[in-house]
């Protein structure tokens, strides 16, 4: 495909038309913005177009994302006892924390 088709087929009339038919109020300077935009846009597709792509294989993610899950193995845990010992404050068998919300709250 030419480079320079969608610079000769996208005129601001084309543009404005668009324009109103989506009830956009574009002034004469925004018409020529949009269509200097685009213009870029399509020159832009015309170039993707024209890459060869039938031997790429198709992506399902474009990261190609890896499944990094460890398997779920039991092991030893620790005790209560243990658990607690850690924590900087206890109340019975209890994290003992500072209280948060107000009784308004």
Do not use: C, W
């Not at 324009?19 to 870029?40: F, G, I, N, Q, W």
């Not at 992506?59 to 006892?81: A, F, M, Y």
């Not at 900087?88 to 924390?97: G, I, Q």
Request: proline share 5%; aromatic share 2%; net charge negative.
């Amino acid at each position: 495909m030419n480079e320079n088709a969608s610079e000769t087929t996208l005129t601001d009339e084309a543009v404005a038309h668009v324009a109103h038919l989506s009830r956009l109020a574009l002034t004469p300077e925004d018409v020529t913005k949009a269509k200097d935009d685009l213009t870029a846009i399509f020159t832009h597709i015309d170039r993707l177009r024209s890459i060869a792509t039938q031997d790429v294989e198709p992506l399902d993610h474009p990261t190609e994302l890896k499944n990094h899950i460890r398997s779920d193995d039991v092991g030893n845990s620790l005790s209560q006892e243990q658990v607690l010992a850690n924590a900087p404050a206890v109340k019975d068998v209890y994290f003992d924390v500072p209280k948060v919300l107000s009784e308004s709250s």
